[in-house]
């Protein structure tokens, strides 16, 4: 026993310090955001664990305690498991041919260039713009205290850069969130008088975020929605996947029903 108590020990040790250490590469980033914390969290509890797992002492606690405790843990993985696997199920889309508009949701624009997340978005949105020339883009987002202007200029404005002409990008500029951006870029689509043919819409983001992305938009529409996957850094993707796991429990009840515009 106390041989298997102190390899979890030495694990728990391990995890605290893998914790701590990435904490610290995700504020290096300046993203902007506290998704930090959530790493520091993690160094907290399985600091918290290593204690326990000493000298047995987890095993002197009552034994209700470890049970909730028990049921608990279970619980949380399950629900991070799920998160996770819904993800990964939209890792390979590549939205589908002849797609009526693509709506790139906006990341953060820093020094009259976008970040390298929203840069990744706005590549893949280049990419299915240069193959497929019918196709309009809206490009979403507001100004957030810390830009230099809006993400909807901002992305316009690179892939303009890139040679996709100025007619097929639409900015959407008052967004503040991932429903707003698709709720608001709706909102510009045009659609035929009378005509009830449904859009063909794919959603540009990156690819942790397309579960949620995509659903959102059905969630709002009756069109056909597809998504289109961008990439992410490697090293980065535990940090966004785990802080999109928050997202998708937030949003849950929006997912999963239809609240379609008329």
């Known amino acids: 026993m106390n041989t298997k108590m102190n390899v979890l020990e030495l694990l728990f ?16 980033v300046g993203s902007g955001t506290l998704s930090f914390v959530i790493w520091i969290a993690g160094a907290v509890f399985f600091g ?10 987890w095993l002197k606690l009552p034994v209700v ?16 498991l799920c998160c996770f696997a819904a993800m ?6 590549k939205g589908d041919k002849k797609l009526d508009y693509i709506v790139v949701l906006g990341a953060q624009m820093r020094h009259q260039k976008p970040s390298l997340i929203f840069k990744y978005r706005l590549d893949a949105a280049y990419t299915y ?15 957030g205290s810390n830009e230099p202007v809006s993400e909807g200029d901002g992305g316009k404005e690179y892939l303009m850069s890139k040679g996709i002409p100025a007619e097929r990008i639409l900015a959407e500029t008052k967004a503040l969130n991932t429903r ?6 709706l909102a510009l689509m ?18 942790y975020h397309v579960f949620r992305g995509v659903h959102l938009a059905k969630n709002l529409t009756k069109d056909k929605v597809f998504g ?14 785990v802080r999109e796991c928050f997202g998708i429990i937030r949003d849950l009840p929006m997912l999963y029903t239809r609240q379609h515009r008329t």
């Open 190 to 207: 045009d659609r035929s008088k009378g005509s009830t043919q449904k859009l063909r819409i794919g959603i540009v983001t990156n690819n």
């Open 48 to 57: 918290l664990a290593a204690f326990l797992a000493g000298n047995g002492r």
């Open 129 to 143: 713009l240069a193959g497929h020339p019918d196709t309009i883009c809206i490009v979403s987002g507001g100004k």
């Open 180 to 185: 707003e951006n698709i709720s608001n870029s």
């Open 13 to 28: 040790l391990i995890l605290t310090a893998l914790c701590v250490v990435y904490a610290v590469i995700i504020y290096r």
């Open 228 to 241: 289109i996957a961008a990439h992410t850094v490697p090293l980065y993707l535990p940090n966004n996947m």
């Open 65 to 80: 305690l470890r049970k909730v405790s028990y049921c608990l843990i279970v619980l949380l993985a399950l629900v991070f």
């Open 88 to 93: 990964i199920s939209h890792f390979g889309d």
